[in-house]
């Protein structure tokens, strides 16, 4: 069993570019969550999925967009990435929201 | 809104010393709590949860119990060892708050052989 899991592992960018980190889970999970994770921030939610066909705004959702076609993939894309989303990323899903999260391995984006 | 507030870190410690790592929240209803931890490199995982008052949540020979009356969730575990050196997050889920679930800033615990 995969779990979840994103790609890619780590990533440098030039600022401007557009990008878009994947993240699958075979759980059957009906929610799903993106995070980001900065030296001595903690986590912050960035856009998140109670179901598939729907999204909603986390906390930081600025410069983001995500999708959620399918049960099982919710992508994250940086229209036009900057400096300041240098970060590492981080995937999560749920059975249900606000039950136990199940994290992916997480992928590490530097923005020049 | 709700939140979440644990000890700011690092902690660092001796193998086999005993470990408390404060965690206290704000909610309006009557929240879900969990510990994550994070290993170096790696996501975070659910170590122990507890979803209604009085509950201890327990793993890996970590405890923590759900005190409504203080609105703790304190995490603790008698003998620490090297392995356990990682970062510690308290959250919360509430029915009040979307059931989104709300991290505290995180707490890294350093274990010295």
């Known amino acids: 069993i995969a779990g979840i899991t994103q790609a890619p592992t780590s990533q440098i960018l030039a600022a401007g570019r557009r990008m878009t980190l994947r993240c699958t889970q075979d759980m059957r999970h009906n929610a799903m969550y993106w995070y980001r994770q900065d030296l001595g921030l903690g986590l912050r939610l960035i856009h998140y999925s109670n179901t598939a066909g729907t999204t909603g705004k986390g906390e930081v959702p600025d410069g983001y967009s995500v999708s959620r076609a399918n049960t099982d993939d919710f992508p994250l894309t940086l229209a036009s990435a900057v400096p300041s989303q240098t970060s590492v990323y981080f995937c999560?899903?749920?059975?249900?929201?606000?039950?136990?999260?199940?994290f992916g391995p997480g992928t590490r984006l530097l923005v020049l | 809104g709700n939140s979440v507030t644990q000890m700011e870190g690092p902690v660092t410690l001796s193998e086999e010393a005993f470990l408390t790592i404060n965690c206290t929240y704000t909610?309006?209803?009557?929240?879900?709590l969990f510990w994550y931890v994070q290993y170096p490199g790696e996501g975070l995982q659910l170590l122990l949860k507890?979803?209604?008052?009085?509950d201890k949540g327990s793993n890996k020979g970590f405890e923590a119990t759900y005190r409504k009356e203080t609105t703790s969730f304190h995490l603790e575990k008698g003998s620490v060892q090297v392995s356990d050196s990682a970062v510690y997050f308290c959250a919360l889920s509430d029915s009040r708050g979307g059931f989104k679930t709300i991290f505290g800033a995180g707490t890294r615990l350093f274990v010295k052989a």
């Open positions: 999560a899903s749920s059975p249900d929201l606000g039950e136990t999260q199940y």
């Open positions: 909610a309006t209803g009557y929240p879900s």
């Open positions: 507890a979803t209604k008052a009085d």
